[in-house]
């Protein structure tokens, strides 16, 4: 039998702000995000899923909210300028990260 996951609103929280932070730190990518929700959904016991779909609705929404936030604020900001179209045709040379691995936390 699998392992049941813990359901509180801390746990939902967690599990969600530590996928949130592997997307920004480039160690998962939103299909990996993706699957490591459903694994995750699957460990829940069908009776508290009600709750933890609750719990992980409000999650979302107040992250959501923080982001929205944080977006007016910078763009409200005189000395934010956004990011302009590059004037050439050519994309941008990226450069590798060294040591990029050190920076990734397991999710």
Known sequence: MPQEVSISYQAVKSKVYKLIDAM???SKTESEVQE???RWWKLI???DRPVAQKYLLAVLEKSHASLG???DGLCSCKEFEPAREPVSEKP?????VPNQSQFSSPV
Do not use: E, T
């Open 69 to 71: 936030a944080i977006a």
């Open 24 to 26: 920004v730190a480039g």
């Open 45 to 47: 016991h069908p009776a």
């Open 36 to 38: 490591s929700m459903r």
């Open 92 to 96: 941008p040379k990226l450069h590798p």
